[in-house]
């Protein structure tokens, strides 16, 4: 049964957790989460905080996580993994050749290693053990079924299984035990997701076409739907909108300097944002914005985000080239397509501010460009091109 605590009114915090059983991670600690499957594609970055799911897990080449990764169901892993903490899941763990996991593996089911994987610390299965050719366990291993010791593969360790125990030519392990009591697996325990917010959207549309500038205040709107090459300004507070969708090309700044000094974004339906988006902070990080979306978010390829974004009834995608700078959350599959890279900020904690005001006149009539909305935004130069920028929380670096 998924675990979501009880939603809850607009202006109360809708980040209050499930709270795990000892020796398990918080979803305060997860920088990617899902009740449904997570990919991971080619070349993904991933800077801090755990990586977990609740279902199966998929990545593909040359990924590097810097914290652990856990799951529900199996893990399956192409070439050139690096994990430097451990790897949990109920499972089955398949790792493709040359790859590291720095700490401990445990599996619930069978754990499969290609050749030349290391793992530094212990691997613990609940069921077989198989690795190939030139692959290093550094500390013990422990079997509820068989082990494989492939050609030239070596356990420095002593290798504990209920069943039998197999070294081929040019094997070697510290000591072999089969027959006998191995020890048990670590399990993977579910953080739970954020409680999820109760609210409806506005009744006015906001609809531009190409290369238009629009100022809207927090407040309530129904359809934002923004041609390409907009510049959208937004301030802290909270907004509530029916459905999002904005051209390529754009940009979304955001002004922080309010008394909130946060934003939270709430999307009823879906948002869809093009490619070539990039989202400004004129002060904070990714840490002082929120989007939940109770439909689908797609955000297209070569974008910088900021902020913690939760869909908490659907799906999430980030294509390629995406930067991001905060934590993502969702009950439908995660996908972070080839060449992204997430630095996690710590989860936004909502804060209990009401929208500011904004009168009708304002939002309906066109006038928006009457607010005195700041213009000191993160700039986009000539000498600093978008495509040689990197991103960590709340700061633009070559």
């Known amino acids: 049964m998924k675990r979501f605590l009880a939603a809850t009114v607009i202006g109360i915090s809708p980040l209050l957790f499930f709270m795990p059983s000892a020796h398990a991670f918080s979803i305060f600690d997860y920088s990617v989460f899902s009740y449904s499957d997570v990919f991971l594609g080619g070349n993904v970055r991933i800077t801090d905080g755990e990586v977990g799911t609740d279902?199966?897990?998929?990545?593909?080449?040359?990924?590097?996580?810097?914290?652990?990764?856990?799951?529900q169901g199996n893990l399956n892993s192409s070439i050139n993994l690096r994990?430097?903490?451990?790897?949990?899941?109920?499972?089955?763990?398949?790792?493709?050749?040359?790859?590291?996991?720095?700490?401990?593996?445990?599996?619930?089911?069978?754990?499969?290693?290609?050749?030349?994987?290391?793992?530094?610390?212990?691997?613990?299965?609940?069921?077989?053990?198989?690795?190939?050719q030139n692959s290093r366990?550094?500390?013990?291993?422990?079997?509820?079924?068989?082990?494989?010791?492939?050609?030239?593969?070596?356990?420095?360790?002593a290798i504990t299984a209920t069943g039998t125990i197999t070294l081929q030519s040019g094997a070697s392990a510290g000591s072999q035990?089969?027959?006998?009591?191995?020890?048990?697996?670590?399990?993977?325990?579910?953080?739970?997701?954020?409680?999820?917010?109760s609210f409806s959207a506005g009744v006015v549309d906001v609809i531009k076409g190409n290369n238009q500038s629009t100022i809207l205040a927090p407040t309530?709107?129904?359809?934002?739907?923004?041609?390409?090459?907009?510049?959208?300004?937004?301030?802290?507070?909270?907004?509530?909108?029916?459905?999002?969708?904005?051209?390529?090309?754009?940009?979304i700044h955001i002004d922080l300097t309010g008394a909130s000094k946060n934003i939270e974004i709430y999307v009823l339906n879906n948002a869809t944002l093009?490619?070539?988006?990039?989202?400004?902070?004129?002060?904070?990080?990714?840490?002082?914005?929120?989007?939940?979306?109770?439909?689908?978010?797609?955000?297209?390829?070569?974008?910088i985000w900021y902020g913690t974004y939760y869909t908490p009834y659907s799906t999430m995608t980030f294509d390629k080239n995406s930067r991001i700078c905060g934590a993502l959350y969702s009950e439908g599959k995660l996908t972070l397509a080839?060449?992204?890279?997430?630095?996690?900020?710590?989860?936004?904690?909502?804060?209990?501010?009401?929208?500011?005001?904004?009168?009708?006149?304002?939002?309906?009539?066109?006038?928006?460009?009457?607010?005195?909305?700041?213009?000191?935004?993160?700039?986009?130069?000539?000498?600093?091109?978008?495509?040689?920028?990197?991103?960590?929380?709340?700061?633009?670096?070559?």
């Open 274 to 303: 093009d490619q070539d988006i990039f989202m400004l902070l004129n002060s904070g990080t990714g840490s002082n914005v929120y989007w939940e979306t109770h439909g689908s978010f797609e955000a297209n390829e070569d974008r």
């Open 177 to 197: 035990n089969p027959g006998g009591s191995p020890q048990s697996p670590q399990s993977y325990v579910s953080p739970g997701l954020p409680a999820i917010t």
């Open 55 to 71: 279902a199966d897990m998929t990545i593909e080449n040359d990924v590097d996580i810097s914290r652990s990764v856990n799951g």
């Open 338 to 398: 080839e060449d992204t890279s997430l630095d996690f900020c710590s989860p936004y904690q909502k804060q209990n501010f009401a929208p500011e005001p904004a009168t009708l006149s304002l939002l309906g009539l066109g006038f928006l460009g009457a607010l005195n909305f700041p213009h000191n935004f993160l700039p986009t130069t000539s000498s600093c091109p978008p495509c040689v920028l990197m991103l960590r929380c709340g700061k633009f670096y070559r």
């Open 137 to 157: 366990v550094k500390g013990n291993m422990d079997s509820g079924g068989n082990v494989l010791i492939r050609k030239d593969a070596k356990v420095d360790g």
């Open 83 to 132: 994990v430097d903490e451990d790897v949990t899941f109920n499972g089955d763990v398949t790792i493709d050749h040359n790859a590291r996991v720095k700490g401990n593996l445990d599996s619930g089911g069978n754990v499969t290693l290609d050749k030349t994987v290391t793992v530094d610390k212990n691997v613990t299965a609940a069921g077989n053990v198989d690795i190939d």
């Open 220 to 251: 309530s709107y129904n359809v934002l739907d923004l041609g390409n090459a907009n510049d959208l300004f937004l301030s802290s507070g909270v907004y509530y909108f029916g459905s999002v969708n904005i051209g390529r090309d754009s940009k």
